[in-house]
């Protein structure tokens, strides 16, 4: 099945810090869903991107799709503590299969 | 509505015991899973149903059956249980496969 891939796979923020995380495929998407789990939680959804270029908002958070619909990523403005977790990306071709996941660490 | 219920919470099991992860839903969702996390891994999907009757495999089924026979209900059986299947495992259900998943709370299995 397809396969996709997150980096980093760690990142440590400082609050109020922007970052990205990439999520990658060498095939193209079906589409692609955005997850987030806290520690010791279980995954929440947060987005689903279906459009190739379609671009999604969510407060401090900025989802993306690529052209070749192969890469997506997530874009977090002015980090809070409130952002730690652990983001998944995941590819439904029929069936969810998730990336390894890039586990944020925000330092105050 | 309940959405995802996982029992149990916590479990330990000796090698080569058995036992049963039960899961069930209260959104009328047609579409089932069971993961397993590891530290490092991800979520990797075990098995999956997209009906009642029906039963597919993920990426990892090797040790584990499943059975679908009711919508509401997806259980995830261990056979013979080994260390290696010690993780913690989440259910998730949505209308199918390509719509956003509703997970539990997980099962934390240690198999000593």
């Known amino acids: 099945g397809q396969q996709v891939m997150q980096i980093p796979q760690y990142q440590h923020v400082q609050e109020g810090e922007d970052f990205t995380t990439y999520c990658n495929s060498s095939?193209?998407?079906?589409?692609i869903q955005w997850y987030k789990q806290r520690p010791g939680g279980h995954p929440v959804f947060l987005i689903q991107?279906?459009?190739?270029?379609e671009v999604k908002k969510q407060k401090r958070l900025t989802f993306q799709f690529g052209e070749a619909k192969k890469n997506s990523s997530l874009h977090i403005t002015a980090t809070q503590t409130t952002d730690v977790g652990t983001y998944f990306c995941?590819?439904?071709?029929?069936?969810?299969?998730f990336g390894a996941g890039t586990q944020v660490v925000v330092t105050p | 509505n309940a959405g995802v219920t996982q029992t149990p919470k916590f479990q330990v099991l000796k090698t080569g015991q058995s036992m049963t992860l039960q899961c069930a839903q209260d959104?009328?969702?047609?579409?089932m899973s069971w993961y397993r996390q590891d530290p490092g891994m991800g979520l990797r999907l075990i098995h999956y149903?997209?009906?009642?009757?029906?039963?597919d495999q993920g990426e990892v089924p090797n040790g584990y059956n499943v059975s679908r026979s009711t919508t509401e209900d997806f259980p995830l059986r261990l056979l013979s249980a080994a260390p290696s299947q010690t993780s913690v495992y989440f259910c998730?259900?949505?209308?199918?496969?390509?719509?956003?998943?509703?997970f539990g709370d997980g099962t934390r299995l240690s198999i000593l």
């Open positions: 998730a259900s949505s209308y199918t496969g390509t719509q956003p998943q509703h």
């Open positions: 959104m009328n969702h047609e579409y």
């Open positions: 095939t193209t998407l079906s589409n």
């Open positions: 991107l279906v459009k190739s270029g």
């Open positions: 995941a590819d439904s071709w029929g069936k969810l299969q």
């Open positions: 149903s997209v009906g009642a009757g029906i039963t």
